[in-house]
Each structure stands twice: as structure tokens, then as C-alpha cells.
């Protein structure tokens, strides 16, 4: 059995096929994989392609069968509605199994699209498992998009059937989904065969005749009945998961079955240090990718027990809620968002939130999602008295590209450094030609191909995007989009996308699906959007706008406009507050908006004169306006 580090991750680089067919036996297989990896699959190979097997099977069934049928599968901690309610894996499974068969008698199969707009209920998990089990595809759209995101999700997952709950709630507001949802449908070209309505008692919503379904109704009726486990093929797809381009179109990120499952199997030992029984809380959202992987499959697929938390670090009620939660269902790990734990500090620097909770078994908070600031790392380390691990990946790989591994013994810590790469991950920076860059020397991190198990294979619908996003750029490479280096002991650094995306509270968004959004106001010539540093959420987006000649309107009314605008078609989780009016937009001579050096000059960093740029003047126009700054 090999331990540490180093000898690991060569070995997975040296041996694939046997490192991953050695971590494959952590999975219950229909049909035991032989093939680890064939090259000549899919777009850059394909993993396990000659594996069959069924998630849900994995993540329920096998662990009712071994005899884990009483431990608690899922905590349900919700302090916004203050329910608890705790299923054991046999509960769990018998909600699944039924609720299968409720989908599967509206005619959902195979292949299937599932589209779920649910906030953090149980309901959500079990229609993800239920679809898995029927060999369908569930996309789940996070709750603070608005409906123009979600009918672009419809329109390009094209469900069979939609699951909804008439609210979602936050600590300030209830979240009315239905009726965002029948916006979105009348938006859509696409409709689905039915909608399921989970009614909560805190906002009920008006049923569509004809169309949608009464959650309840459907699970009384069906008492008794359950749908068996689909046979899958490794590499059908279990999950889309749409996220943030370029572009204001959402790219369909596909996770395949086979090698995800493995991949995760593996992480939760090696990375989360988590063992089968144990508490997990994973306190993201399943409208994430960090929820999809440690709230929901990770944590279930081992044989542990996760928290589904619907709630927030603070605010619901205090910043003592993730320590109340830690405590009171004895989870081991703590992972979240930087901005999460930015969030209790501004609230209780002093931790005094934390005075008399045992939290004796608390082993390791874990911090992904955004770049962990070694400020925030170090105040939560001092307080916990527990390592603070961050680890750096993306909606695309599903699981760690880089992390500490704690289960094959932590590495010395290194502030600014989520650590080194994971096994399978063969990280390389090279400048703008494609060549290597020295030690140390900022350059594009990218991967070698392939890509390890559990990785996207392809978009949804999209092949020629996906090889323009990811493998176009540097050939025989996936490009991450993040700019960052190694130093000499291997440790990786991200810094910053080299994209136009923006990571606002840990929530990945595209500039350039604001600056869309925006450019529809009638009096917008044109506009910018840059991510500007932010003590709490790591970066908020700032609007730059010019407006078109002739307008004489009142420019704080127009910015409240854009801001409306931008909530409306994105979303609340968007966080577009801010819009500064500028005369003119720095420019390179062929017309690109220098939105980099914008940002540079919004953060007080230094800056160089792009030697491209049309009209330097343009630049101290930026500035002065943005000594203006202020909230529109
Ligand atoms: N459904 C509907 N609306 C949502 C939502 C959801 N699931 N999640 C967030 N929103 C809304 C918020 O209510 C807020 O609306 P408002 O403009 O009316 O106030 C808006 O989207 C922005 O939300 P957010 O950026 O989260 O800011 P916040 O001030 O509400 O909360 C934090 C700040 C730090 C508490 C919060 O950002 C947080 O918990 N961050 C952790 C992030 C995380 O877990 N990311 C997952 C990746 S690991
Ligand atoms: P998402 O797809 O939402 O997970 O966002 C992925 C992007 O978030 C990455 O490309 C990085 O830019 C950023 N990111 C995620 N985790 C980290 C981290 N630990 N450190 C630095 N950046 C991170």
C-alpha cells in the first residue's frame, strides 16, 4: 500500500491504468472495468469505457445491503425554517427508489433530462438520486439565478421534467421559485412534459393545470412502490452542471458516471481524510459543484454521513451557525467558501461565537472555490486550533486539481498555495507561445492530457465549444483559464482567471454575461464589467458604462436601471451593484477594452501602459471616475 505524497502521485502519472483501476475497486461494479483508459474514445479518451454500474447503487443500495441501513445518510439543518430531520440510509433509499418510480411513470428514462430549481431540501437530493437511478441526467440550477438563466439551462438541457419548490428562503427575503420558473418557461422554446411542485408551508404557489404535479400528492400516491437501479455505462453522463463562459451562454459542464464516482471514492480519503460513518458538512449548495461532489455524492458514495444545510455562515441566526452545526451533529470536517469564513470574521472577529461548542471532533476545515487569502486561512486556524486546507479546483474537474493531502500525511503549509497537484493532474505552466516557464514565473496553469477520472469529457450539445475553451489554446493540454506558477517544491499558486469570469463570494460569473445584460438598456452605448477587489466576497463586479450621445438623463437613475437590469436577467447572485458613467472605454487600437488594466487600477495595483492602447488619455478618465465610486 503505497502512503505518501510523492510516491502516489508519481505512480498515477507513471501508471494510470493501474492507479486507477486499483482506486475503481472502491466502486460496486455491474460490469468490473478492464480497460482503465482508451485513447481513442471521445474527445480526448474516455475512462472505464468498458464499466458498467449505477451511482445511486453506489451511494444507497450497496451501504442499505452492507448493513448501514440505520446510520444517518443525510442531516437536513435547516435554520431558516427550523426543521432537523435526520434520514438513515435505508429512509433515504426508499425515498429515492419511490420517487424513481414517480418519474419514471412520467416517462423519464435513460438518458433523460431532469432539471432541478430547488433550494437546500432533502426533496432536491432525492430527485438527483432518484434521476441517477433511473439512468437520467439531472441538471440542478442554483436558486439565485434569474429566470433568463434558467430558460437558457431549459432551453439546452431540453427536460423531460422540471422539480421546483414554491420557495426558497433567505435570511431576508423568501425566494419566490415558481413564478421565476414560469417566466423561464415562457422564455424557453423548450417544454418540458411536467413540472413537480414542492410546496412549502412558508410560500404555497399556484399550480399550472395540466402541467404541474403536487410533490405530495405524487409521493402518497406512490407509498410502497419503488424503481430499480439502472445498468449505466461508465461513461454515460450522471449529471450536467452549467457554469459560468465567456459569453452570456452557460456552458454545460457533463460528469460522467464511472469515473467520477471513482474519483470521489478516492478524494474522500486521500484529500477529506473522511471514513466511512463519519460526519461530512459541506456547507456550499448543491447549485454548485462543490455540493454536487461533497454534499451529496462523495460523502454518500463512502458510507458517511452528510449535512444538508439550508442556511447561511451568518445571519441565520448569528456568526455561530456553522460552529452550532459542527457541534451539535459531530461532523469531522468543515468544508466551505473562503467568503464564508471572511463572513463570520467581520461578525465575530474575536470568536467569541465559538466559546463553550465541543468541537473536539473536528479534525480540518477545508476552504475551496476562490482564492483563499492566507489572512482569512490564518485567523481560522488560530481559532479552530485545526488545519485550514485549501485545495483549488473547478466546476469542470469536479474534484481537487490541487490540495494538501491529509490522507496520505499534510504537507507543510504554504500561504497562498491550495499545495500540489492531486494524482492524475500532470499541472504544467507555459507562457503565451506554449513554452515551459521557469520555476516560479507566472505563466497559464494548465493540464496535461488526458484529463484524470471524473473530469468533463465533453459540453452538453457542444463539442466544438469545448475543444475551443479547453483544448485549442495549447495543444495536447486542458487549458484552466487560471494564470498562476509552480515553485521549486511543486507547490502551485492560482492568482487570477485569465478569463473574463469573476469569482464573486466564491459564485462563478461571467463579466461578460453582465456586460449583455446591460448592454440592453436603450440609453448604453457600451460598457465593461471587471471584477474589483472586495474584503468579504474576494471580488464584486463594477459596471464602466458610456452612454449614448444625446442622453441627458439623470446618470444615478440610469445606474439604478442597470442594476435592476442586471438582477433581472442574471440574478440577485450576480451582485451587480455598482455602475460608474465614463465618457470613453479604454481601448487596444483594435478595439478590445482593456478590461485588465481597468481592474488594476480599481485595486490600486500597479499597472503598465499597454503598448496597444489607442488613447492613453482614456485611463486617468477611469480614474478619476473611480475615485467617484459609490453605489448607485
Ligand atoms: N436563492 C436565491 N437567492 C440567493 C441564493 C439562493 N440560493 N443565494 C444567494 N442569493 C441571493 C442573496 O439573497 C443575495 O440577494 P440580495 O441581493 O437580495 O441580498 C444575492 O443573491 C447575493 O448573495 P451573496 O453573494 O451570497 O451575498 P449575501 O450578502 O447574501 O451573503 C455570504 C454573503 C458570505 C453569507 C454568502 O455569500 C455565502 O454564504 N458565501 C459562501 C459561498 C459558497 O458557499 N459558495 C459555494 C462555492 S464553495
Ligand atoms: P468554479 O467552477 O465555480 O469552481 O470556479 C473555478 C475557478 O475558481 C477556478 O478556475 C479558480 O479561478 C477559482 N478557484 C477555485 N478554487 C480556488 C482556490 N482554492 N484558489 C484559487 N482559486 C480558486
Known amino acids: 500500500m503505497i502512503a505518501d505524497y ?153 427536460p423531460k421534467v422540471i422539480l421546483t419548490a414554491s420557495c426558497g428562503i433567505e435570511p431576508t427575503r423568501k425566494v419566490a421559485y415558481k413564478p421565476l420558473l414560469d417566466q423561464a418557461m415562457a422564455m424557453a422554446s423548450h417544454a418540458p412534459d411536467a413540472v413537480i411542485l414542492l410546496q412549502r408551508p412558508e410560500l404555497e404557489a399556484e399550480m399550472t393545470p395540466g402541467r404541474d404535479h403536487d410533490w405530495a400528492s405524487l409521493v402518497l400516491a406512490a407509498d410502497g412502490r419503488s424503481a430499480p437501479c439502472a445498468e449505466m455505462e461508465a461513461t454515460d453522463p450522471l449529471y450536467i452542471l452549467y457554469t459560468s463562459g465567456t459569453t452570456g451562454a452557460p456552458k454545460g459542464v457533463v460528469r460522467d458516471t464511472g469515473g467520477y464516482l471513482v474519483a470521489l471514492a478516492w478524494t474522500m480519503g486521500a484529500v477529506y481524510g473522511v471514513k466511512p460513518g463519519e460526519t461530512f458538512f459541506c456547507a456550499s449548495d448543491i447549485g454548485w459543484v462543490v455540493g454536487h461532489s461533497y454534499i451529496v455524492y462523495a460523502p454518500l458514495l463512502i458510507g458517511a454521513t452528510t449535512i444538508l444545510y439550508e442556511g447561511k455562515p451568518v445571519a441565520t441566526p448569528d456568526a455561530g451557525a456553522l460552529w452550532r452545526v459542527m457541534e451539535e451533529h459531530k461532523a469531522v470536517a468543515l468544508f466551505t467558501a473562503p467568503t464564508a469564513i471572511r463572513a463570520v470574521k467581520k461578525e465575530d472577529s474575536k470568536g467569541d461565537k465559538l466559546a463553550g461548542r465541543d468541537l473536539s471532533h473536528f479534525r480540518a476545515l477545508y476552504l475551496a472555490g476562490e482564492r483563499a487569502d492566507p489572512a482569512t486561512i490564518q485567523w481560522a486556524a488560530d481559532l479552530l486550533k485545526v488545519p485550514v486546507i485549501d485545495n483549488c479546483w473547478q466546476t469542470e474537474t469536479g474534484w481537487p486539481i490541487v490540495a494538501n493531502p491529509v490522507g496520505l500525511g499534510a504537507l507543510p503549509f504554504k500561504p497562498g498555495s491550495p499545495t500540489v ?212
Open 6 to 158: 510523492h510516491s502516489t502521485y508519481q505512480f498515477s502519472l507513471t501508471d494510470p491504468k493501474h492507479f486507477w483501476l486499483d482506486a475503481a475497486e472502491a466502486i460496486d461494479w455491474t460490469k468490473k472495468p478492464e480497460t482503465a483508459f482508451d485513447p481513442a474514445l471521445g474527445v480526448y479518451g474516455r475512462w472505464f469505457s468498458d464499466g458498467a454500474l449505477n451511482a445511486c447503487a453506489n451511494l444507497l443500495d450497496r451501504h442499505v445491503a452492507g448493513g448501514r441501513g440505520e446510520q444517518a445518510a443525510l442531516i437536513y439543518d435547516s435554520p431558516v425554517t427550523g426543521v432537523k430531520r435526520t434520514y438513515s440510509y435505508e429512509e433515504l433509499l426508499r425515498e429515492v427508489a419511490r420517487f424513481a418510480a414517480i418519474l419514471s411513470d412520467l416517462g423519464v428514462g435513460r438518458g433523460d433530462r431532469v432539471v432541478i430549481y430547488m433550494p437546500m431540501v432533502p426533496e432536491a437530493v432525492i430527485g438527483m438520486l432518484a434521476s441517477a437511478r433511473l439512468g437520467a441526467i439531472h441538471s440542478v440550477v442554483f436558486g439565485g439565478f434569474a429566470a433568463n438563466e434558467l430558460a437558457k439551462r431549459i432551453d439546452d438541457a431540453r
Open 421 to 632: 497537484p492531486m494524482p492524475g493532474y500532470d499541472v504544467r505552466v507555459l507562457d503565451d507561445a506554449g513554452h515551459e516557464t521557469p520555476v516560479g514565473m507566472l505563466g497559464n496553469i494548465v493540464i496535461r492530457l488526458p484529463l484524470p477520472p471524473g473530469c468533463l469529457p465533453t459540453l452538453w450539445n457542444d463539442e466544438a465549444r469545448f475543444r475551443k475553451s479547453y483544448l485549442d489554446g495549447f495543444p495536447g493540454f486542458y487549458q484552466t483559464s487560471d494564470a498562476g506558477f509552480i515553485d521549486e517544491d511543486g507547490y502551485v499558486f492560482f492568482m487570477a482567471r485569465t478569463d473574463d469570469i469573476i469569482n464573486v463570494a466564491g459564485h462563478r460569473l461571467s463579466t461578460g454575461g453582465m456586460e449583455e445584460a446591460i448592454a440592453a438598456h436603450p440609453d448604453v452605448a457600451e460598457c465593461a464589467v471587471v471584477g474589483v477587489a472586495d474584503a468579504l466576497k474576494g471580488q464584486t463586479p463594477v459596471g464602466f458604462v458610456v452612454l449614448k450621445s444625446g442622453v441627458s438623463r439623470d446618470g444615478a437613475e440610469i445606474g439604478r436601471e442597470i442594476v435592476a437590469l442586471v438582477r433581472d436577467r442574471i440574478g440577485p447572485v450576480a451582485a451587480f451593484r455598482e455602475t460608474l458613467t465614463v465618457a470613453r472605454l479604454p481601448k487596444t487600437r483594435s478595439g478590445k477594452i482593456l478590461r485588465g488594466t481597468i481592474q488594476k487600477i480599481a485595486d490600486g495595483e500597479d499597472w503598465t501602459m499597454p503598448a496597444t492602447i489607442e488613447d492613453a488619455a482614456v485611463l486617468d478618465e477611469i480614474g478619476e471616475a473611480l475615485k467617484g465610486r459609490g453605489t448607485t
